[in-house]
T-cell receptor, first 113, second 110 residues
Framework: DGGITQSPKYLFRKEGQNVTLSCEQN?????MYWYRQDPGQGLRLIYY???????QKGDIAEGYSVSREKKESFPLTVTSAQKNPTAFYLC????????????FGPGTRLTVL | EDQVTQSPEALRLQEGESSSLNCSYT??????LFWYRQDPGKGPEFLFT???AGEEKEKERLKATLTKKESFLHITAPKPEDSATYLC???????????FGKGITLSVRP
């Protein structure tokens, strides 16, 4: 089955620690995205990548970092510089045509203790 | 700046009671409007893409329509399993991003 997987489903972090969220897709999509979802707010774009070894900042990139070494993988690191990291993190992928549909993974819920 | 407003924030329906969810937008150069369904604790599930005013798409009890200022998601004779949060998003081509509304939480009582 083609799809997007995210791991872990739940993640707990102590203040001051960096953590890395995994995102893998087997849809053969060139573009991948990371969004953050908070209660009562719309999804907000953190980073996106349209091709391997290239990525751009979204609206709320401060305190986050990414890499895109393989087409299938787009891990997100939440660094200790992110002041309010507790949230639901969603990874998505799409083709790179005009207005291609973005398909989402199941999400990772990060809680800072 | 692109803006998407969804209303109402929450909607409670009786099973079989048809209604509509609204998504109004202010963007420069709409290239696509997307509807997603999201269940609690899960990722959004794609429903529809609309590209131009006048376009309509249907899937089971759902029908999405688009004008130059807004989109409606019509739900005909809803069932309890239609209970979810419905998200609307617009794509203009700027920064390859989707701009999302806050969502509408639909609850359908048996």
């Amino acid at each position: 089955d083609g799809g997007i997987t995210q791991s872990p489903k739940y993640l707990f972090r102590k203040e001051g620690q960096n953590v890395t969220l995994s995102c893998e897709q087997n849809l053969n999509h060139d573009a991948m995205y990371w969004y953050r979802q908070d209660p009562g707010q719309g999804l907000r774009l953190i980073y996106y990548s349209q091709i391997v070894n290239d990525f751009q900042k979204g609206d709320i990139a401060e305190g986050y970092s990414v890499s895109r070494e393989k087409k299938e993988s787009f891990p997100l690191t939440v660094t200790s510089a992110q002041k309010n990291p507790t949230a639901f993190y969603l990874c998505a992928s799409s083709g790179t045509g005009a207005a291609d549909t973005q398909y989402f993974g199941p999400g990772t819920r990060l809680t800072v203790l | 700046e692109d803006q998407v407003t969804q209303s109402p924030e929450a909607l409670r329906l009786q099973e079989g009671e048809s209604s509509s969810l609204n998504c109004s937008y202010t963007v420069s150069g709409l290239r696509g409007l997307f509807w997603y369904r999201q269940d609690p604790g899960k990722g959004p599930e794609f429903l529809f893409t609309l590209y131009s005013a006048g376009e309509e798409k249907e899937k089971e009890r759902l029908k999405a329509t688009l004008t130059k200022k807004e989109s409606f998601l019509h739900i005909t004779a809803p069932k309890p399993e239609d209970s979810a949060t419905y998200l609307c998003a617009v794509f203009t081509g700027a920064n390859s991003k989707l701009t999302f509304g806050k969502g509408i939480t639909l609850s359908v009582r048996p």
